[in-house]
Protein backbone atom coordinates (compact mmCIF):
# COMPACT_ATOMS: atom_id res chain seq x y z
CA UNK A 1 0.00 0.00 0.00
CA UNK A 2 1.09 3.53 -0.62
CA UNK A 3 0.58 6.95 0.97
CA UNK A 4 0.48 10.04 -0.77
CA UNK A 5 3.57 11.86 1.40
CA UNK A 6 6.11 14.42 -0.10
CA UNK A 7 9.19 13.35 -1.83
CA UNK A 8 12.23 14.05 0.10
CA UNK A 9 14.47 16.85 -1.58
CA UNK A 10 16.89 15.67 -3.56
CA UNK A 11 19.96 16.22 -1.88
CA UNK A 12 18.76 14.45 0.92
CA UNK A 13 18.69 18.08 2.81
CA UNK A 14 15.37 19.25 4.55
CA UNK A 15 15.40 23.24 5.06
CA UNK A 16 15.26 25.04 8.53
CA UNK A 17 13.86 28.72 8.64
CA UNK A 18 13.22 30.92 11.31
CA UNK A 19 12.47 34.02 9.77
CA UNK A 20 10.50 37.22 10.99
CA UNK A 21 7.80 38.18 8.37
CA UNK A 22 9.10 41.05 6.29
CA UNK A 23 6.51 43.86 7.01
CA UNK A 24 6.22 47.57 5.23
CA UNK A 25 4.89 49.94 7.72
CA UNK A 26 3.36 53.29 6.49
CA UNK A 27 3.10 56.31 8.86
CA UNK A 28 2.61 59.45 7.53
CA UNK A 29 4.52 62.63 7.79
CA UNK A 30 4.17 65.08 10.64
CA UNK A 31 2.74 62.78 12.78
CA UNK A 32 3.50 60.62 15.94
CA UNK A 33 2.63 56.92 15.30
CA UNK A 34 1.95 54.05 17.43
CA UNK A 35 2.42 51.25 16.41
CA UNK A 36 1.28 47.68 18.45
CA UNK A 37 2.90 44.45 17.11
CA UNK A 38 0.89 41.28 18.54
CA UNK A 39 3.74 38.46 19.50
CA UNK A 40 2.24 34.74 19.48
CA UNK A 41 2.87 31.49 19.03
CA UNK A 42 1.09 29.99 15.89
CA UNK A 43 0.27 25.93 16.90
CA UNK A 44 -1.65 23.76 13.75
CA UNK A 45 -5.33 23.02 14.71
CA UNK A 46 -5.98 19.59 13.75
CA UNK A 47 -10.31 19.81 14.72
CA UNK A 48 -9.83 16.30 14.91
CA UNK A 49 -9.13 15.06 11.50
CA UNK A 50 -7.33 12.24 10.53
CA UNK A 51 -3.71 12.39 9.71
CA UNK A 52 -2.69 11.89 5.70
CA UNK A 53 -1.50 8.20 6.56
CA UNK A 54 -4.59 7.39 8.65
CA UNK A 55 -6.81 9.08 6.50
CA UNK A 56 -5.91 6.63 3.26
CA UNK A 57 -5.03 3.71 5.73
CA UNK A 58 -9.43 3.59 6.61
CA UNK A 59 -10.45 4.87 3.29
CA UNK A 60 -8.36 2.21 1.53
CA UNK A 61 -11.43 0.86 -0.97
CA UNK A 62 -12.24 -2.93 0.12
CA UNK A 63 -15.38 -4.98 -0.57
CA UNK A 64 -16.29 -3.55 2.94
CA UNK A 65 -14.98 0.24 2.12
CA UNK A 66 -16.86 1.65 -1.05
CA UNK A 67 -14.35 3.79 -3.21
CA UNK A 68 -15.68 7.26 -1.91
CA UNK A 69 -15.64 5.94 2.06
CA UNK A 70 -12.06 8.18 1.92
CA UNK A 71 -13.60 11.31 2.06
CA UNK A 72 -13.55 12.19 5.62
CA UNK A 73 -16.65 14.73 6.23
CA UNK A 74 -15.08 18.29 6.62
CA UNK A 75 -15.09 19.85 10.14
CA UNK A 76 -15.54 23.27 10.08
CA UNK A 77 -12.55 25.49 12.52
CA UNK A 78 -9.69 27.65 12.33
CA UNK A 79 -6.42 26.29 10.97
CA UNK A 80 -3.93 27.69 13.16
CA UNK A 81 -4.54 28.49 17.00
CA UNK A 82 -3.21 31.69 18.55
CA UNK A 83 -1.48 31.82 22.19
CA UNK A 84 -0.16 35.15 23.31
CA UNK A 85 3.56 35.23 24.47
CA UNK A 86 3.97 36.99 27.72
CA UNK A 87 7.32 38.62 26.68
CA UNK A 88 8.42 39.85 30.33
CA UNK A 89 7.74 36.15 31.07
CA UNK A 90 9.75 34.56 29.13
CA UNK A 91 12.70 37.20 29.65
CA UNK A 92 12.85 39.98 26.73
CA UNK A 93 12.94 43.36 28.28
CA UNK A 94 13.85 45.81 25.65
CA UNK A 95 12.94 46.53 22.39
CA UNK A 96 16.18 47.71 19.74
CA UNK A 97 14.70 49.39 16.87
CA UNK A 98 17.53 50.20 14.06
CA UNK A 99 16.90 52.47 11.25
CA UNK A 100 20.72 51.70 9.15
CA UNK A 101 19.62 54.93 6.71
CA UNK A 102 17.93 57.31 9.31
CA UNK A 103 16.20 59.97 7.36
CA UNK A 104 16.41 63.21 9.18
CA UNK A 105 13.61 63.99 11.45
CA UNK A 106 12.67 60.68 11.94
CA UNK A 107 12.95 58.53 15.13
CA UNK A 108 11.39 55.13 16.50
CA UNK A 109 11.55 53.60 19.58
CA UNK A 110 10.00 50.63 21.14
CA UNK A 111 8.60 48.72 24.47
CA UNK A 112 7.38 45.54 25.63
CA UNK A 113 3.71 45.23 26.55
CA UNK A 114 2.63 42.44 27.93
CA UNK A 115 2.35 40.04 24.47
CA UNK A 116 3.06 43.47 22.26
CA UNK A 117 5.90 45.44 21.35
CA UNK A 118 4.57 48.73 21.01
CA UNK A 119 6.42 50.79 18.32
CA UNK A 120 6.37 54.76 18.32
CA UNK A 121 7.69 56.56 15.17
CA UNK A 122 8.04 59.76 15.01
CA UNK A 123 8.18 61.39 11.64
CA UNK A 124 8.94 64.93 11.18
CA UNK A 125 10.91 65.07 8.43
CA UNK A 126 11.64 68.41 6.19
CA UNK A 127 13.23 65.53 3.35
CA UNK A 128 9.16 63.65 3.53
CA UNK A 129 7.24 67.15 2.98
CA UNK A 130 7.07 66.68 -1.41
CA UNK A 131 7.98 62.71 -1.77
CA UNK A 132 7.93 59.58 -0.27
CA UNK A 133 10.92 58.56 1.48
CA UNK A 134 11.44 54.62 2.23
CA UNK A 135 14.09 53.21 4.33
CA UNK A 136 14.93 49.83 5.97
CA UNK A 137 14.18 48.85 9.32
CA UNK A 138 14.63 46.32 12.26
CA UNK A 139 12.64 45.68 15.61
CA UNK A 140 14.57 43.27 18.04
CA UNK A 141 13.07 42.03 21.56
CA UNK A 142 16.00 41.38 24.03
CA UNK A 143 16.69 40.02 27.46
CA UNK A 144 17.73 36.61 28.83
CA UNK A 145 16.84 33.98 30.63
CA UNK A 146 18.28 31.69 33.15
CA UNK A 147 18.29 27.82 33.37
CA UNK A 148 19.72 25.75 35.21
CA UNK A 149 22.21 28.01 36.51
CA UNK A 150 23.38 29.37 33.12
CA UNK A 151 22.44 32.78 31.39
CA UNK A 152 21.46 32.69 27.80
CA UNK A 153 21.11 35.78 26.11
CA UNK A 154 17.41 36.52 23.61
CA UNK A 155 17.46 38.51 20.77
CA UNK A 156 14.60 37.76 18.24
CA UNK A 157 13.82 39.75 15.51
CA UNK A 158 10.37 40.63 15.83
CA UNK A 159 9.63 42.35 12.70
CA UNK A 160 11.80 43.69 9.62
CA UNK A 161 11.56 45.34 6.49
CA UNK A 162 10.59 48.85 4.54
CA UNK A 163 9.67 51.73 6.86
CA UNK A 164 7.85 54.15 4.53
CA UNK A 165 7.32 58.00 5.48
CA UNK A 166 4.53 59.01 3.54
CA UNK A 167 4.74 62.43 2.29
CA UNK A 168 3.24 65.70 3.64
CA UNK A 169 3.93 68.91 5.76
CA UNK A 170 4.67 68.84 8.71
CA UNK A 171 4.15 72.47 9.68
Known sequence: MTYRLPDPPSDGRLPIVDLARQSVISVDN???SR???????????DCGRLSRMEHDHLGWPDPTHPDDSCQAPPIPCAPYVFEPIDLEGE???????????????????????YDKVMLTINAMSYSAQTEDIET??????????????????LRDVVTKGTLRIVAGPIE
Open 30 to 32: GTI
Open 35 to 45: IPIPCMYRYMN
Open 91 to 113: GYDNVIVVLPDQPSGVTANGVIE
Open 136 to 153: PIAIYATGSVESEGTTYL
